[in-house]
RNA sequence: GUGGAUGUAGCUCAGUUGGUUAGAGCACCAGAUUGUGAUUCUGGGGGUCGCGGGUUCAAGUCCCGUUAUCCACCCCA
Protein backbone atom coordinates (compact mmCIF):
# COMPACT_ATOMS: atom_id res chain seq x y z
CA UNK A 1 0.00 0.00 0.00
CA UNK A 2 1.86 3.08 -1.22
CA UNK A 3 1.40 6.25 1.11
CA UNK A 4 -2.27 7.97 1.11
CA UNK A 5 -2.16 11.32 2.08
CA UNK A 6 -2.45 12.57 5.42
CA UNK A 7 -5.40 13.69 6.77
CA UNK A 8 -6.99 15.19 9.91
CA UNK A 9 -9.31 12.10 11.01
CA UNK A 10 -12.97 12.30 9.88
CA UNK A 11 -15.43 14.34 11.59
CA UNK A 12 -12.72 17.01 12.67
CA UNK A 13 -11.48 19.99 11.71
CA UNK A 14 -8.19 22.17 11.72
CA UNK A 15 -8.67 25.74 13.10
CA UNK A 16 -6.45 27.89 11.65
CA UNK A 17 -5.38 31.44 12.77
CA UNK A 18 -8.28 33.23 10.37
CA UNK A 19 -10.94 30.91 11.87
CA UNK A 20 -9.91 31.16 15.23
CA UNK A 21 -11.25 35.02 14.99
CA UNK A 22 -14.78 33.77 14.61
CA UNK A 23 -14.28 31.68 17.39
CA UNK A 24 -12.13 33.29 19.83
CA UNK A 25 -15.70 35.81 19.37
CA UNK A 26 -17.78 32.60 20.15
CA UNK A 27 -15.64 31.84 23.02
CA UNK A 28 -15.62 35.49 24.69
CA UNK A 29 -19.38 35.89 24.55
CA UNK A 30 -19.84 32.79 26.32
CA UNK A 31 -17.53 33.47 28.64
CA UNK A 32 -18.99 37.28 29.63
CA UNK A 33 -22.75 35.87 29.29
CA UNK A 34 -21.71 32.99 32.17
CA UNK A 35 -19.99 35.22 34.34
CA UNK A 36 -22.37 38.16 34.39
CA UNK A 37 -25.07 35.63 35.62
CA UNK A 38 -22.33 34.31 38.34
CA UNK A 39 -21.59 30.97 36.76
CA UNK A 40 -17.74 29.78 37.60
CA UNK A 41 -15.75 28.00 34.83
CA UNK A 42 -14.77 24.05 35.36
CA UNK A 43 -12.53 22.04 33.30
CA UNK A 44 -12.91 18.00 33.23
CA UNK A 45 -10.76 15.75 31.48
CA UNK A 46 -11.66 15.30 27.95
CA UNK A 47 -12.14 11.58 28.81
CA UNK A 48 -13.60 10.16 31.97
CA UNK A 49 -14.41 5.97 32.86
CA UNK A 50 -16.78 4.41 30.65
CA UNK A 51 -19.31 3.65 32.79
CA UNK A 52 -19.86 6.75 34.07
CA UNK A 53 -21.33 7.94 30.74
CA UNK A 54 -23.71 4.48 30.57
CA UNK A 55 -25.24 5.11 33.85
CA UNK A 56 -25.72 9.13 34.04
CA UNK A 57 -26.62 9.08 29.80
CA UNK A 58 -28.51 5.91 29.88
CA UNK A 59 -27.59 2.36 28.34
CA UNK A 60 -30.41 2.22 26.00
CA UNK A 61 -29.80 6.25 24.58
CA UNK A 62 -28.10 6.79 21.32
CA UNK A 63 -25.21 8.17 22.61
CA UNK A 64 -23.99 5.07 24.82
CA UNK A 65 -25.45 2.78 22.60
CA UNK A 66 -23.52 3.83 19.33
CA UNK A 67 -21.80 6.99 19.38
CA UNK A 68 -18.75 6.61 21.92
CA UNK A 69 -15.33 7.14 21.10
CA UNK A 70 -13.91 4.63 23.49
CA UNK A 71 -10.58 3.61 24.17
CA UNK A 72 -9.53 0.36 26.45
CA UNK A 73 -7.16 0.89 29.22
CA UNK A 74 -3.93 -1.21 29.74
CA UNK A 75 -3.72 -4.65 31.37
CA UNK A 76 -0.79 -5.77 32.94
CA UNK A 77 0.99 -8.72 30.83
CA UNK A 78 -0.39 -11.26 33.20
CA UNK A 79 -4.14 -10.08 33.89
CA UNK A 80 -6.74 -12.09 33.28
CA UNK A 81 -8.49 -12.17 30.02
CA UNK A 82 -11.45 -9.88 30.50
CA UNK A 83 -14.62 -10.25 28.68
CA UNK A 84 -16.49 -8.32 26.84
CA UNK A 85 -18.76 -6.38 29.29
CA UNK A 86 -15.99 -6.26 31.40
CA UNK A 87 -13.55 -4.27 28.90
CA UNK A 88 -16.35 -1.73 28.28
CA UNK A 89 -16.87 -1.25 31.60
CA UNK A 90 -13.10 -1.00 32.54
CA UNK A 91 -12.39 1.44 29.53
CA UNK A 92 -12.35 4.96 28.98
CA UNK A 93 -14.52 7.25 27.03
CA UNK A 94 -14.10 10.82 25.01
CA UNK A 95 -16.38 12.79 26.58
CA UNK A 96 -19.76 13.09 24.59
CA UNK A 97 -21.11 15.69 27.09
CA UNK A 98 -20.66 18.01 29.52
CA UNK A 99 -23.12 17.52 32.36
CA UNK A 100 -22.09 13.92 33.40
CA UNK A 101 -18.50 14.80 34.27
CA UNK A 102 -19.61 18.37 36.09
CA UNK A 103 -21.86 15.88 38.41
CA UNK A 104 -19.13 13.52 38.93
CA UNK A 105 -16.61 16.63 40.12
CA UNK A 106 -19.17 17.76 41.62
CA UNK A 107 -19.84 14.95 43.85
CA UNK A 108 -15.91 14.22 44.03
CA UNK A 109 -15.32 17.73 45.14
CA UNK A 110 -17.40 17.57 48.27
CA UNK A 111 -20.04 19.83 46.97
CA UNK A 112 -23.34 17.82 47.57
CA UNK A 113 -22.38 17.80 51.13
CA UNK A 114 -20.76 20.70 52.03
CA UNK A 115 -21.50 23.53 48.88
CA UNK A 116 -24.82 22.52 47.08
CA UNK A 117 -24.93 25.50 45.74
CA UNK A 118 -22.80 25.75 42.99
CA UNK A 119 -22.91 27.75 39.25
CA UNK A 120 -20.57 26.20 36.50
CA UNK A 121 -19.92 26.68 33.57
CA UNK A 122 -17.70 24.46 31.02
CA UNK A 123 -16.38 25.25 27.19
CA UNK A 124 -14.63 22.68 25.32
CA UNK A 125 -14.24 19.89 22.91
CA UNK A 126 -16.92 16.84 23.00
CA UNK A 127 -16.74 13.78 20.96
CA UNK A 128 -19.55 11.58 19.20
CA UNK A 129 -18.27 8.65 17.06
CA UNK A 130 -21.06 9.62 14.45
CA UNK A 131 -21.51 9.87 10.65
CA UNK A 132 -20.32 13.96 10.15
CA UNK A 133 -22.81 15.75 8.46
CA UNK A 134 -23.66 19.66 7.88
CA UNK A 135 -23.28 21.03 11.82
CA UNK A 136 -22.63 17.65 13.55
CA UNK A 137 -18.90 16.45 14.12
CA UNK A 138 -17.19 14.17 15.83
CA UNK A 139 -15.25 16.40 17.44
CA UNK A 140 -16.94 19.55 18.03
CA UNK A 141 -17.23 22.33 20.79
CA UNK A 142 -19.98 23.23 23.41
CA UNK A 143 -20.35 25.58 25.64
CA UNK A 144 -22.93 25.06 29.02
CA UNK A 145 -23.88 25.96 32.65
CA UNK A 146 -24.90 23.78 35.18
CA UNK A 147 -26.43 25.23 38.38
CA UNK A 148 -26.74 22.98 41.13
CA UNK A 149 -28.25 23.11 44.37
CA UNK A 150 -31.72 24.60 43.76
CA UNK A 151 -34.96 23.19 43.65
CA UNK A 152 -36.77 26.68 42.40
CA UNK A 153 -38.29 27.16 39.03
CA UNK A 154 -36.46 30.49 39.09
CA UNK A 155 -33.51 28.55 38.23
CA UNK A 156 -35.05 26.66 35.10
CA UNK A 157 -36.13 30.26 34.00
CA UNK A 158 -32.58 31.76 34.90
CA UNK A 159 -30.38 29.01 33.01
CA UNK A 160 -32.86 29.46 30.39
CA UNK A 161 -32.62 33.02 30.26
CA UNK A 162 -28.68 33.06 30.29
CA UNK A 163 -28.37 30.68 26.91
CA UNK A 164 -30.57 33.26 25.23
CA UNK A 165 -28.71 35.65 26.42
CA UNK A 166 -25.81 33.99 24.53
CA UNK A 167 -27.40 34.43 21.08
CA UNK A 168 -28.80 37.72 21.44
CA UNK A 169 -25.09 38.90 22.31
CA UNK A 170 -24.14 37.29 19.03
CA UNK A 171 -26.63 39.09 16.99
CA UNK A 172 -29.55 36.88 17.11
CA UNK A 173 -32.98 38.75 16.92
CA UNK A 174 -36.11 38.70 18.87
CA UNK A 175 -37.47 35.88 16.78
CA UNK A 176 -35.54 33.44 19.28
CA UNK A 177 -38.06 30.83 20.23
CA UNK A 178 -37.54 29.42 23.75
CA UNK A 179 -39.68 25.46 23.60
CA UNK A 180 -40.58 24.37 26.97
CA UNK A 181 -41.75 20.85 27.79
CA UNK A 182 -41.63 18.72 31.57
CA UNK A 183 -40.27 14.87 31.59
CA UNK A 184 -42.43 15.43 35.18
CA UNK A 185 -40.48 13.29 38.18
CA UNK A 186 -39.62 9.79 38.62
CA UNK A 187 -42.98 8.60 39.55
CA UNK A 188 -44.76 10.94 37.11
CA UNK A 189 -42.82 9.13 34.36
CA UNK A 190 -43.41 5.42 36.02
CA UNK A 191 -46.93 6.64 35.89
CA UNK A 192 -46.67 8.02 32.47
CA UNK A 193 -45.03 4.60 31.19
CA UNK A 194 -47.01 2.53 32.63
CA UNK A 195 -50.54 4.74 30.69
CA UNK A 196 -48.29 3.88 27.64
CA UNK A 197 -47.42 0.73 27.67
CA UNK A 198 -51.13 -0.25 28.31
CA UNK A 199 -51.72 2.05 25.26
CA UNK A 200 -49.27 0.98 23.12
CA UNK A 201 -49.30 -2.89 23.92
CA UNK A 202 -52.16 -4.14 21.34
CA UNK A 203 -49.63 -2.17 18.92
CA UNK A 204 -47.26 -4.99 19.51
CA UNK A 205 -49.10 -7.56 19.34
CA UNK A 206 -48.67 -10.13 16.71
CA UNK A 207 -47.31 -8.61 13.32
CA UNK A 208 -46.92 -5.14 14.27
CA UNK A 209 -46.86 -1.84 12.12
CA UNK A 210 -44.28 -0.01 13.86
CA UNK A 211 -40.90 0.37 12.37
CA UNK A 212 -38.26 -2.08 13.96
CA UNK A 213 -36.51 0.68 15.87
CA UNK A 214 -39.83 1.22 17.86
CA UNK A 215 -40.61 -2.57 18.20
CA UNK A 216 -36.55 -2.51 20.47
CA UNK A 217 -38.00 1.00 22.08
CA UNK A 218 -41.48 -0.33 23.31
CA UNK A 219 -39.19 -2.92 25.48
CA UNK A 220 -35.66 -0.89 26.05
CA UNK A 221 -37.41 3.10 26.65
CA UNK A 222 -41.11 3.31 25.59
CA UNK A 223 -40.70 7.33 25.82
CA UNK A 224 -39.05 7.17 22.20
CA UNK A 225 -41.97 5.98 20.64
CA UNK A 226 -43.18 9.16 20.89
CA UNK A 227 -40.61 10.70 19.00
CA UNK A 228 -40.08 8.45 15.83
CA UNK A 229 -40.11 10.65 12.37
CA UNK A 230 -41.49 7.42 10.69
CA UNK A 231 -44.73 8.23 9.24
CA UNK A 232 -46.68 5.23 10.20
CA UNK A 233 -45.81 5.59 13.94
CA UNK A 234 -46.39 9.20 14.33
CA UNK A 235 -50.09 8.05 13.42
CA UNK A 236 -50.08 5.28 15.73
CA UNK A 237 -48.94 7.90 18.41
CA UNK A 238 -52.38 10.08 17.79
CA UNK A 239 -54.30 10.05 21.57
CA UNK A 240 -51.16 8.30 23.48
CA UNK A 241 -51.41 9.50 26.76
CA UNK A 242 -49.81 12.82 27.63
CA UNK A 243 -47.42 13.10 30.39
CA UNK A 244 -49.44 16.12 32.15
CA UNK A 245 -52.55 14.05 32.85
CA UNK A 246 -50.63 11.87 35.50
CA UNK A 247 -48.24 14.44 36.69
CA UNK A 248 -48.53 15.42 40.23
CA UNK A 249 -49.40 18.50 42.01
CA UNK A 250 -45.40 19.64 42.38
CA UNK A 251 -44.18 19.17 38.74
CA UNK A 252 -47.43 20.87 37.85
CA UNK A 253 -46.84 23.91 39.79
CA UNK A 254 -43.13 23.87 39.30
CA UNK A 255 -43.76 24.05 35.22
CA UNK A 256 -46.14 26.87 35.94
CA UNK A 257 -43.96 28.51 38.13
CA UNK A 258 -40.76 28.48 35.61
CA UNK A 259 -43.14 29.19 32.47
CA UNK A 260 -44.58 32.50 34.87
CA UNK A 261 -40.89 33.97 35.47
CA UNK A 262 -40.31 33.16 31.59
CA UNK A 263 -42.42 36.17 30.85
CA UNK A 264 -40.11 38.51 31.84
CA UNK A 265 -37.38 37.10 28.63
CA UNK A 266 -36.89 39.12 25.64
CA UNK A 267 -38.24 35.85 23.83
CA UNK A 268 -41.73 34.13 22.69
CA UNK A 269 -41.88 30.93 25.18
CA UNK A 270 -44.01 27.80 23.62
CA UNK A 271 -44.75 24.60 24.95
CA UNK A 272 -43.71 21.89 22.75
CA UNK A 273 -44.61 18.39 23.81
CA UNK A 274 -42.48 16.83 21.54
CA UNK A 275 -39.20 17.57 23.36
CA UNK A 276 -38.07 14.91 25.03
CA UNK A 277 -34.46 14.52 25.53
CA UNK A 278 -33.07 11.78 24.31
CA UNK A 279 -30.55 11.64 27.93
CA UNK A 280 -31.76 9.60 30.66
CA UNK A 281 -30.82 12.24 33.34
CA UNK A 282 -33.49 14.78 32.65
CA UNK A 283 -36.47 15.41 35.45
CA UNK A 284 -38.96 18.43 35.14
CA UNK A 285 -37.81 21.08 33.09
CA UNK A 286 -36.96 20.46 29.25
CA UNK A 287 -36.00 23.06 26.41
CA UNK A 288 -34.82 23.60 23.66
CA UNK A 289 -33.89 27.23 21.76
CA UNK A 290 -34.63 27.44 18.25
CA UNK A 291 -34.61 30.22 15.62
CA UNK A 292 -37.45 29.99 13.15
CA UNK A 293 -35.40 32.16 10.22
CA UNK A 294 -33.30 28.99 10.22
CA UNK A 295 -35.67 26.88 8.78
CA UNK A 296 -35.06 22.86 9.84
CA UNK A 297 -32.19 23.57 11.44
CA UNK A 298 -32.89 25.99 13.52
CA UNK A 299 -32.14 24.16 17.18
CA UNK A 300 -29.31 25.96 18.37
CA UNK A 301 -29.35 25.08 22.31
CA UNK A 302 -31.23 21.96 24.67
CA UNK A 303 -31.31 21.26 28.04
CA UNK A 304 -32.94 21.09 31.37
CA UNK A 305 -33.21 19.83 34.70
CA UNK A 306 -32.08 16.64 36.22
CA UNK A 307 -32.64 16.36 39.71
CA UNK A 308 -31.51 13.04 40.09
CA UNK A 309 -28.16 12.79 38.49
CA UNK A 310 -26.22 13.52 41.55
CA UNK A 311 -27.77 11.38 43.61
CA UNK A 312 -27.02 8.87 40.91
CA UNK A 313 -23.29 9.87 40.66
CA UNK A 314 -23.10 8.86 44.48
CA UNK A 315 -23.79 12.44 45.90
CA UNK A 316 -26.63 13.36 48.12
CA UNK A 317 -29.87 14.40 46.56
CA UNK A 318 -29.10 17.55 44.58
CA UNK A 319 -31.18 19.47 42.21
CA UNK A 320 -29.61 20.59 39.06
CA UNK A 321 -30.65 22.47 36.17
CA UNK A 322 -28.07 23.02 32.96
CA UNK A 323 -27.96 23.19 29.05
CA UNK A 324 -25.51 22.75 26.14
CA UNK A 325 -24.88 24.84 23.48
CA UNK A 326 -23.03 23.70 20.42
CA UNK A 327 -20.69 26.08 18.46
CA UNK A 328 -21.21 24.17 15.10
CA UNK A 329 -24.69 24.78 14.49
CA UNK A 330 -24.25 28.30 15.87
CA UNK A 331 -21.68 29.00 13.45
CA UNK A 332 -23.69 27.74 10.62
CA UNK A 333 -26.46 30.07 11.92
CA UNK A 334 -24.32 33.20 12.13
CA UNK A 335 -22.81 32.04 8.67
CA UNK A 336 -26.36 32.33 7.31
CA UNK A 337 -27.73 35.61 9.03
CA UNK A 338 -24.54 37.35 8.03
CA UNK A 339 -22.96 37.77 11.55
CA UNK A 340 -21.04 38.69 13.04
CA UNK A 341 -20.74 42.11 11.66
CA UNK A 342 -17.60 43.19 11.22
CA UNK A 343 -17.14 45.96 13.92
CA UNK A 344 -18.05 42.75 16.65
CA UNK A 345 -14.69 41.32 15.40
CA UNK A 346 -12.67 44.84 15.20
CA UNK A 347 -11.05 44.79 18.58
CA UNK A 348 -10.08 40.96 18.28
CA UNK A 349 -8.60 41.56 14.73
CA UNK A 350 -6.70 44.69 16.15
CA UNK A 351 -5.62 42.87 19.15
CA UNK A 352 -3.85 40.53 17.32
CA UNK A 353 -2.48 43.00 14.48
CA UNK A 354 1.26 43.27 14.57
CA UNK A 355 1.75 47.18 15.20
CA UNK A 356 5.15 47.73 14.31
CA UNK A 357 7.58 46.03 11.33
CA UNK A 358 11.40 46.72 11.39
CA UNK A 359 12.55 46.69 8.20
CA UNK A 360 16.24 46.01 7.77
CA UNK A 361 17.44 48.36 4.55
CA UNK A 362 21.12 45.33 4.01
CA UNK A 363 22.37 42.21 5.36
CA UNK A 364 23.91 44.12 8.03
CA UNK A 365 20.81 45.15 9.64
CA UNK A 366 19.43 42.17 10.25
CA UNK A 367 20.80 41.64 13.96
CA UNK A 368 20.24 45.02 15.07
CA UNK A 369 16.79 45.39 13.57
CA UNK A 370 16.11 41.74 15.04
CA UNK A 371 17.47 43.37 18.67
CA UNK A 372 15.39 46.91 18.37
CA UNK A 373 12.31 44.57 17.56
CA UNK A 374 13.48 42.50 20.67
CA UNK A 375 13.59 45.34 22.59
CA UNK A 376 10.09 47.10 21.24
CA UNK A 377 8.39 43.88 21.99
CA UNK A 378 9.55 43.75 26.18
CA UNK A 379 8.06 47.39 26.12
CA UNK A 380 4.72 45.44 25.05
CA UNK A 381 4.37 46.27 21.25
CA UNK A 382 3.50 43.57 18.80
CA UNK A 383 6.75 43.58 16.27
CA UNK A 384 7.08 41.60 13.54
CA UNK A 385 10.59 42.03 11.81
CA UNK A 386 11.58 40.32 8.36
CA UNK A 387 12.52 36.22 8.74
CA UNK A 388 12.98 35.55 5.35
CA UNK A 389 16.22 37.98 4.75
CA UNK A 390 14.08 39.71 1.76
CA UNK A 391 14.63 43.14 0.09
CA UNK A 392 13.56 46.20 1.94
CA UNK A 393 11.21 46.72 -0.18
CA UNK A 394 9.61 43.34 0.02
CA UNK A 395 9.39 44.48 3.95
CA UNK A 396 7.53 47.21 3.27
CA UNK A 397 5.62 45.68 1.15
CA UNK A 398 4.91 42.95 3.67
CA UNK A 399 4.07 45.48 6.09
CA UNK A 400 1.52 47.25 4.10
CA UNK A 401 -0.08 44.32 3.18
CA UNK A 402 -0.23 43.58 7.14
CA UNK A 403 -1.65 46.40 7.86
CA UNK A 404 1.04 47.65 10.46
CA UNK A 405 0.35 51.11 11.34
CA UNK A 406 4.54 52.01 11.62
CA UNK A 407 7.72 50.46 10.32
CA UNK A 408 11.17 51.39 11.68
CA UNK A 409 13.60 51.64 8.86
CA UNK A 410 17.09 50.27 10.09
CA UNK A 411 20.10 50.94 7.19
CA UNK A 412 23.39 51.68 6.81
CA UNK A 413 22.80 55.48 7.21
CA UNK A 414 20.69 55.41 10.25
CA UNK A 415 22.98 52.67 12.15
CA UNK A 416 25.76 55.12 11.76
CA UNK A 417 24.26 57.97 13.27
CA UNK A 418 22.26 55.44 16.38
CA UNK A 419 19.02 56.69 14.16
CA UNK A 420 16.38 54.71 12.91
CA UNK A 421 13.44 56.14 10.30
CA UNK A 422 9.97 56.01 11.44
CA UNK A 423 7.38 55.78 8.87
CA UNK A 424 3.66 56.20 9.81
CA UNK A 425 2.27 53.87 7.19
CA UNK A 426 -0.79 55.43 7.24
CA UNK A 427 -0.03 59.25 6.52
CA UNK A 428 3.22 57.58 4.68
CA UNK A 429 5.62 60.31 5.89
CA UNK A 430 8.84 59.41 7.59
CA UNK A 431 11.20 61.22 10.06
CA UNK A 432 14.91 61.07 11.69
CA UNK A 433 14.78 59.77 14.73
CA UNK A 434 17.60 59.16 17.15
CA UNK A 435 17.07 55.42 18.85
CA UNK A 436 16.64 57.16 22.45
CA UNK A 437 13.71 59.34 21.21
CA UNK A 438 12.35 56.31 19.75
CA UNK A 439 9.71 54.93 22.61
CA UNK A 440 9.06 58.49 23.33
CA UNK A 441 7.53 58.45 19.85
CA UNK A 442 5.62 55.37 19.93
CA UNK A 443 4.16 56.05 23.25
CA UNK A 444 2.94 59.15 21.56
CA UNK A 445 1.96 57.40 18.41
CA UNK A 446 -0.10 54.33 19.90
CA UNK A 447 -1.52 56.30 23.20
CA UNK A 448 0.64 55.59 25.79
CA UNK A 449 0.64 51.87 25.38
C1' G B 1 -25.16 2.09 10.56
C1' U B 2 -28.35 2.84 5.41
C1' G B 3 -28.90 5.54 0.68
C1' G B 4 -27.21 9.30 -3.06
C1' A B 5 -23.58 12.88 -5.19
C1' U B 6 -18.61 14.43 -5.55
C1' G B 7 -12.83 14.32 -5.26
C1' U B 8 -7.74 18.04 -11.18
C1' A B 9 -2.24 23.59 -8.05
C1' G B 10 -3.00 26.71 -1.34
C1' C B 11 -8.31 28.59 -3.18
C1' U B 12 -12.25 28.72 -7.33
C1' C B 13 -12.51 25.88 -11.51
C1' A B 14 -11.37 24.40 -17.26
C1' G B 15 -9.76 19.86 -19.42
C1' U B 16 -13.29 18.15 -26.11
C1' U B 17 -15.99 10.98 -28.56
C1' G B 18 -9.58 8.00 -23.75
C1' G B 19 -4.36 10.39 -27.79
C1' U B 20 1.93 13.77 -27.30
C1' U B 21 5.48 17.94 -22.19
C1' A B 22 -2.28 18.80 -17.63
C1' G B 23 -4.28 24.64 -18.12
C1' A B 24 -6.63 29.57 -16.29
C1' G B 25 -7.86 33.20 -12.53
C1' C B 26 -6.69 34.44 -7.55
C1' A B 27 -2.77 33.66 -3.98
C1' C B 28 2.63 33.09 -3.34
C1' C B 29 8.00 34.45 -4.82
C1' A B 30 11.47 37.55 -7.72
C1' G B 31 12.56 41.62 -10.93
C1' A B 32 11.28 46.47 -13.74
C1' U B 33 17.95 53.28 -13.07
C1' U B 34 22.18 50.99 -7.61
C1' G B 35 17.45 52.07 0.26
C1' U B 36 10.49 52.32 0.30
C1' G B 37 3.88 50.31 0.15
C1' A B 38 -0.73 51.16 -5.18
C1' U B 39 -1.72 49.92 -10.23
C1' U B 40 0.72 47.85 -14.36
C1' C B 41 4.38 44.79 -16.83
C1' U B 42 7.87 40.57 -17.05
C1' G B 43 9.49 36.14 -15.14
C1' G B 44 9.20 32.05 -11.50
C1' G B 45 8.00 28.06 -7.95
C1' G B 46 4.08 24.73 -7.06
C1' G B 47 -0.07 19.14 -9.37
C1' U B 48 2.07 11.06 -7.38
C1' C B 49 -5.09 14.42 -11.59
C1' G B 50 -7.74 11.45 -3.44
C1' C B 51 -5.44 6.34 -3.02
C1' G B 52 -4.97 1.17 -5.11
C1' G B 53 -5.98 -2.15 -8.94
C1' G B 54 -8.07 -3.36 -13.90
C1' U B 55 -9.32 -2.61 -19.36
C1' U B 56 -6.28 -0.45 -23.51
C1' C B 57 -0.99 0.53 -28.07
C1' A B 58 -2.50 4.80 -24.88
C1' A B 59 -6.39 6.62 -18.77
C1' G B 60 -7.34 13.08 -15.55
C1' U B 61 -11.04 10.85 -19.03
C1' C B 62 -13.76 3.93 -18.98
C1' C B 63 -14.51 -0.30 -14.96
C1' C B 64 -13.84 -2.20 -9.78
C1' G B 65 -12.28 -1.41 -4.86
C1' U B 66 -10.94 1.99 -1.11
C1' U B 67 -10.69 6.63 1.44
C1' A B 68 -12.43 11.53 2.34
C1' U B 69 -16.04 15.37 1.73
C1' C B 70 -21.09 16.97 0.94
C1' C B 71 -26.47 15.76 1.18
C1' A B 72 -30.61 12.78 3.19
C1' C B 73 -32.18 9.07 7.04
C1' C B 74 -31.24 7.74 12.34
C1' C B 75 -30.07 10.88 16.24
C1' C B 76 -28.40 15.15 18.17
C1' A B 77 -25.20 20.31 19.73
Not at 106 to 112: D, E, I, T
Not at 380 to 406: F, H, M, N, T, Y
Request: glycine share 8%; charged share 25%; proline share 5%.
Amino acid sequence: MASAPFQNPRGTRDQLPEDLLLIHHLERVAHEVASAAGYEEVRTPFFEETRLFMRSLGDTSDVVEKEMFTVPRRQADDAPELSAAEALANSYTFRPEGTASCARAYVQAGCAANAPAQKWYYLGPMFRYERPQKGRERQFTQFGIEAFGSQSPLVDAEVIAVALRFFQRLGFGPELEVRVNSMGDPADRAAWSSALREFFAPQFEGVSERCADCQARFERNIFRLLDCKVPRCVELNQGAPDLFAVMGEEGREHHQRMCEALQQLQATVTEDRSIVRGLDYYSRTVFEIHYPPLGARSALCGGGRYDGLVEEMGGRHTPAMGFSIGFTPTELALAELQLPVAEDLEDLRQARKAQIYVVAMTAEDRLPAMSLAAQLREQGWRVLSDLRERSGKAQLKEAAKLDVPITLILGPDEREKDHVKLRDMGAKEEQDLAQEKLVEHLRAFFGGA
